[in-house]
Structure formats: C-alpha cells, structure tokens
C-alpha cells in the first residue's frame, strides 16, 4: 500500500509547528511541482468535456460519428485517448517517486497511514497538516452523537416536502413537466443557486482558501474537522476554542455561509473579531466537503455541525448562537427549528422564502415552470422554520442589498422586510394586524434613519412603557409564542409597540450584500426577558 501512497496520496499545502503558532508551505521538489500540474490540467479538462458531453455528442451525431463507416475514426481516437491514458500514468509515477524522496512527505504519509489505522497520537498530529481534504480521517460522525433535534420538526415533512402527485392521469400527463424540473434543477438550478459549488468558482478561490486556513489556524488556533452527515456526506468545519478567555469566549457561534462563501473567507471572522468561540462550516460541495446543496443535504449538514458542537466540542445549546449570512440563513433556521433550546439566532442578509429571487432572476415567460421547479428541488422557506423557533432572533437588513431585492439596492423589495414581518406577525399576532401594517410597512420602507425617527416621532412611541409592558406580559403569561399581547390595546399602543418590536429585532447596515458586517456592531439579539 505504501507506494500507491505516494503515487495517489493527497496534495499536501502546509506544514505547521507542533503548536500551531506558524507553519511553512509544503515545497515539494520540481517534479513533484510539475507533475501537479500536469494533472491539475487533466482534471480540468475532464471536467470540461464532462460537462458539454451533452453539446459534444450532438456535435459528433451530425458529422456522422456514430454511422456505420465511421469505425476507423473511432479506432483512431482510441489510440490517441491510449497514449494520453499511459503519459497520464507515467506522470503519476513520477510524482510518487518524487515525494518518495521528500522527507516531509515521506513524515506525513507515515501520520497519515497511522491515523487512519486508530492511532490517537497521529491523529493529532495529523492537524499539523493542511493537505486535500478527501484524504482526512472523519473525526466525527453523526452515528456518535447522543444529541438529537425535535422529533416533531424533524420529520414534519410538511415543512420541506415535494407537491403530492397521485398515479392518475394527471400524473402520467404530468411527466415531461417533472423531467424537465429535475433537469433544470440539477443543471442549472443548484449551480446558479450555489455558485461556491461549481468547479470553476473553487478553482478561482483555491490560492483564498489556503490563505484563509493558514490564518485561521496560526492566528486563530482553529480546529479543522471531518464531520460525517447521516446522507454520507463529508462536513469540512474548523472550531476555534475562545473559552476560559476574557470576553465572550464561552459562547459559540456557529457559522452559515453565503452561496458562494467559505469559512475560509466568509462571516466566520465577524464573530472571531467579537472575541467569541466560532464554529465554521462548508455546504456540501463547496471545498473539502462532499455532496451537492440541495436542501436535504444543507439540513443534514447542520444538523450534525450542531451534534459535533454538542457531543465532542462540550458546549451546551443554552450556549450556542446560530449566526448566517445570505443563503446561510436555510441552515441556520433549521438547525433553530429542530434545536428550540439554541441560545439565540442572527440572520445578516436573508429572506424569508427563496421563490420571490428565483422568479426575478428569470424571464418573466418561464415563471410558471420556475416556481415549479424551486418548490420540488431548491424550497428554501426560510420564514416557515424559524417561526418554529421560540428564542431570541436578530435580523441584519442591509440597505443597498443588490442580491436578496427582487429589484437590486431597492430596500421596498428587500426580502428581509418579509421575513421580518413574518416572523413579527407570527409572534406578536395582535399587535401586527391591520390597524398597524400600514405604519410598519412606512417604516420598513423608510430605509434612512432619519425618517425613520420622524415615523417614531409620529406616533409618540414611549421605549419605556413598550419595554416595561413586554417585560410584565413575560412575567405574568411565559415566553411562549404566538402571544396574546395588544388584545384590547388602542390602535395607538399597538402602532407604538409594532415599532418598538422593529427596532428590537432589526439593524439596518448601510451596505451592499457582500460586504463584512463588522464586528463592533456584532451583538446578541433582545430579549424581554433581559431588556434590549
């Protein structure tokens, strides 16, 4: 085995110190080098034909590739795809013997082969490498864990599921439609919903992504982890450990990221900066973690991110924050709805249901099949999940969000007003109805800070009386949601407390969707049962 080892061993980027404070980048000899290359290229290119197979084998049907008469040339291509196939091998034997006779190399196979083997002390030491992902050992699986989500919102189907179709005509008529769906979504949906899972976008945030790790483990100390989902995919996380520090270290946030983000370079070092312990995750196929996005996976993928948090890293969910950004916010909300007893949940830049985006990206004449093809393959509903979640919720609006309005940097199409309102109008029932929606919907669509203290000033809100009359309804009737505060109230008390209930849930960050949220201006959500 050893020396299939080092002919198709993993690509090794760096090298770090017993503790982890610095490190080198791996320097492989020329050969080594050149040979990497070679089969990235290869790689490359075989991607490439895989994917306009479709537009190749078309192109070949009509110049009479397949006819009868046409054998010599296929012959012909055989020959030549045989002398690449016996370079390719050549190539790769010559990059085995070439990291034989690197001693760095020859140390890491050693760690390598011992750790997958059981051995503890090399699995340890295994985390002074940074190497390919698929070649890790998994650290933890969700088959380990002793922690569990909510059996009723965990197999609440209804939340998630596919538009019924029984086996009568209507379904048989129904077919070409469904393959054209299935198509659609597998195609072109999930790539241009999760650009971050396309090779072509990976390749480009290689050179990132490494320099991200380096930072994220010499500066940071982090953790990196192979987690193992219930569908088999690979979680690719890092953890780093803040507690027993001053500040706000034993609180652990975990972070979801955008559609085209990595914990490498995304929101993880909002929190980082914040001084709280973060734990950071990849969607299944961005990066070292396997799969595709589609929502099954994304839930299968939280879920044991949060089991890992629990059962192996020690923290307790009353200590966990639930913190996403962009597209993110479907994880986060789930993990929310299936763990009630996570400590609170921070959304920057999300929407309440993933159709309204969808449907304005896309020619207005194929709406129809649109919609279709999201509700059965990509449903993100984000404002269904975390209406099931009884906590503490922030929400971060960014006003020049050119990416989550139907119409770019329009703050009256920005769909955080709605999920906003959603979640509001689900928990405060009597206080979000009709006599109010009129003044909420002024003041969401305000944007400016200063008009929207003109429409406070307006209806005389009195911060105090709103948070002393949360607090006492807490007092008297629990936290539990909906709730029956503002029965009886005046139009007037009801418009005071509609606003006062914003301001407590929302912050309006005057940028446009990709830009750091900063971590001054990180903080925990209010809560009535703590004040604001």
Not at 223 to 229: G, N
Not at 319 to 339: C, K, N, P, Q, R
Not at 516 to 522: C, I, K, N, R
Request: hydrophobic share 40%; with cysteine; net charge neutral.
């Amino acid at each position: 085995m050893r020396p299939f080892a080092y002919v198709f061993g993993p690509r090794l980027y760096s090298v770090f110190t017993e503790s982890r404070k610095q490190g080198r980048e791996y320097s492989g000899h020329t050969l080594e080098r050149v040979a990497d290359r070679a089969i990235r290229w290869v790689s490359r290119a075989w991607s490439i034909l895989w994917y306009t197979s479709p537009l190749v084998l078309i192109y070949l049907w009509k110049k009479g590739a397949f006819a009868a008469d046409a054998l010599s040339g296929w012959i012909a291509f055989s020959k030549v795809l045989g002398g690449v196939s016996v370079i390719v091998t050549g190539v790769f034997c010559l990059r085995g013997v070439s990291r034989r006779l690197n001693r760095d190399y020859q140390t890491f196979v050693d760690i390598l082969t011992s750790a997958r083997s059981g051995n503890v002390q090399a699995r340890l030491n295994l985390a002074n490498y940074d190497f390919d992902f698929h070649a890790w050992p998994v650290d933890f699986s969700w088959r380990e864990s002793v922690t569990s989500g909510d059996p009723t919102k965990v197999n609440d189907s209804s939340l998630w599921s596919r538009s019924s179709g029984g086996l009568g005509l209507s379904s048989i008529a129904s077919i070409p439609k469904r393959i054209l769906m299935y198509a659609i979504a597998h195609v072109f949906g999930r790539r241009a919903m999760y650009p971050g899972s396309t090779a072509i976008v990976q390749s480009l945030m290689d050179s990132h992504l490494l320099e991200g790790r380096w930072k994220l483990v010499t500066v940071h100390g982090g953790l990196r982890a192979k987690l193992l989902a219930e569908d088999g995919n690979s979680i690719d996380s890092m953890f780093v450990d803040r507690r027993g520090r001053p500040g706000n270290g034993n609180k652990l946030v975990i972070c979801s990221e955008g559609n085209a983000a990595f914990y490498e370079v995304g929101c993880m070092i909002t929190p980082l900066e914040a001084g709280y312990s973060v734990l950071g995750w990849n969607h299944p196929g961005f990066a070292g973690s396997t799969g595709l996005p589609f929502p099954q996976a994304e839930r299968n993928a939280i879920d044991v991110v949060v089991r890992y948090a629990v059962d192996r890293l020690g923290f307790e969910l009353k200590d966990i924050v639930l913190f996403s950004w962009s597209i993110g916010g479907y994880a986060a909300t789930h993990a929310a709805m299936i763990y009630p007893d996570i400590s609170a949940v921070i959304l920057d830049a999300t929407f309440h249901n993933i159709i309204p985006l969808a449907v304005s990206r896309m020619p207005p004449s194929i709406s129809g099949i649109t919609e279709s093809t999201v509700l059965n393959y990509l449903h993100l509903n984000n404002a269904d999940q975390l209406c099931q979640y009884p906590g503490p919720v922030l929400l971060i609006r960014r006003t020049k969000d050119e990416m989550i309005s139907t119409i770019p940097q329009d703050i009256t199409t920005n769909l955080g007003n709605n999920l906003l309102t959603r979640l509001l109008g689900h928990r405060y029932p009597h206080i979000f109805d009709d006599e109010t929606r009129d003044i909420v919907w002024e003041y969401l669509y305000a944007g400016e800070q200063l008009k929207q203290v003109e429409i406070m000033q307006s209806v005389s809100v009195d911060v105090d009386w709103c948070r002393d009359a949360l607090e006492q309804h807490v007092l008297e009737n629990g936290t539990a949601f909906p709730c029956d505060i503002g029965q009886g109230y005046s139009a007037e008390r009801k418009s005071m407390l509609a606003l006062y209930l914003i301001t407590c849930h929302l912050i309006d960050f005057a940028a446009t969707h990709c830009e750091s949220f900063p971590s001054a201006s990180f903080r925990m959500p209010w809560s009535a049962t703590a004040g604001r």
